[in-house]
C-alpha cells in the first residue's frame, strides 16, 4: 500500500525536475536568438509558441510543453523575462514561489535565465 504512493511521488518528482531543467535549456535557446530583444511587453502569461514565433524550429528536440502537457510559459513586464511551468494542476501560485518547491503543482519559475524557484538544487548549481 505504500509503495503506489512513494513511487506517484518520485514519478511527481522526475517531472519537477525535468521541467526545470528544460526551463533553463529554453532560455539558453531564446537568449543566444537574441529572441527576447525582439520581444513586446506582456502583463499576462502566454505560451512561448505565441511569444516567439518560429521557436519550435530553434528548440529543435525540447518540448514546448511541461511534463504535465501544459505550455511552458513566458511573461515580460519590463522587470526582465520570465519563463514558467505552472505543475501539475496547471494553475499559477499567488503568490508566486521563490526558493525550493516541494509539491508537484508548485509554479517552477525562471527569471532572465536564473530559476527563481525549483525543485532541490537548481539546475547547474546556481
Known sequence: AIAVPNFLHALQRAKQERAAIELA???????????????????????LTEAFDGL??????????????GPYLYR????????????????????AP????????????LRDGEM???PGPPPGGR
Open 25 to 47: 535549456e529554453l532560455a539558453r535557446v531564446i537568449e543566444a536568438n537574441h529572441a527576447i530583444e525582439q520581444r513586446p511587453l506582456s502583463d499576462d502569461w502566454m505560451p
Open 56 to 69: 519550435s524550429k530553434q528548440v529543435g528536440p525540447l518540448s514546448l510543453t511541461d511534463p504535465w502537457e
Open 76 to 95: 515580460n513586464r519590463g522587470d526582465g523575462y520570465w519563463l514558467a511551468s505552472f505543475g501539475s494542476d496547471g494553475l499559477p501560485d499567488v503568490p
Open 98 to 109: 521563490e526558493g525550493l518547491v516541494s509539491e508537484p503543482t508548485q509554479d517552477l519559475l
Open 116 to 118: 527563481v524557484s525549483w
